[in-house]
């Protein structure tokens, strides 16, 4: 019962990608790209979550939020440096599959069923990214992209980690989705690494 009720909220804030026409008109836990971080967490909260940066560029910083919610154990918003209206660029939710990849493909591909289900004109493309630099260079994600015609990104993937990294860095197999515009994941790609 509570499996069912939870897909068809899934299903409700999935709606209206099949009438959006980029990114900005979806939600994810209430809240979409474009969206100040101040109306959904307090400068207090804000100051205290999980920041990361990245190696080439500060232009944007992520914070991370672990969160109590029937899809994901986290949500992480870009957010450009010193913006003092925390205006999101990119959100992104994760659910953990500790050493249980195929429990996270599986998931992963429920998800991109669904998607499909109720999406139109959207480009689909899938891929294989190797974590080269990482350790022992094993650690992979099986990436699904789905484009609007304006380059607006719904981004899914499934994290295998090798038993190496997943021993000296405590990472636990992983699934992602993210919300990313177009002009944000052009900075994703040709500046931040």
């Known amino acids: 019962m509570l499996r069912s009720f939870i897909i068809i909220i899934f299903f ?8 959006a026409d980029d990114i ?30 990245y190696p080439k560029s500060d232009k944007y910083i992520k ?36 050493k249980n990849f195929s429990k996270c493909k599986k998931h992963q591909t429920n998800v991109i069923n669904d998607l499909k289900s109720i ?30 015609s304006n380059g607006d990104l719904i981004r899914m993937w499934c994290v295998n980690w090798s038993e190496k990294v997943e021993k000296n860095f405590n990472y636990g197999d992983n699934f992602s989705i993210s919300l990313t515009p177009l002009k944000h994941m052009n900075w994703i790609n040709k500046e931040a690494y």
């Open 12 to 19: 409700l804030n999935l709606h209206s990608l099949a009438k």
């Open 24 to 53: 900005r008109d979806f939600e994810m836990e209430g809240i979409s790209v474009g969206d100040s971080l101040l109306n959904h967490y307090s400068n207090e909260e804000i100051s205290n979550a999980l920041q990361m940066k």
């Open 63 to 98: 914070y991370q939020f672990k969160i109590n919610s029937s899809e994901y154990d986290n949500i992480s918003f870009h957010i450009k440096k010193n913006d003092p209206k925390f205006k999101i660029y990119e959100i992104s939710g994760g659910t953990f599959f500790n």
């Open 119 to 148: 999406t139109q004109n959207l480009i689909e493309d899938s891929y294989r990214f190797y974590y080269e630099n990482l350790e022992d260079g094993k650690s992979f994600a099986d990436v699904v992209e789905f484009k609007y």
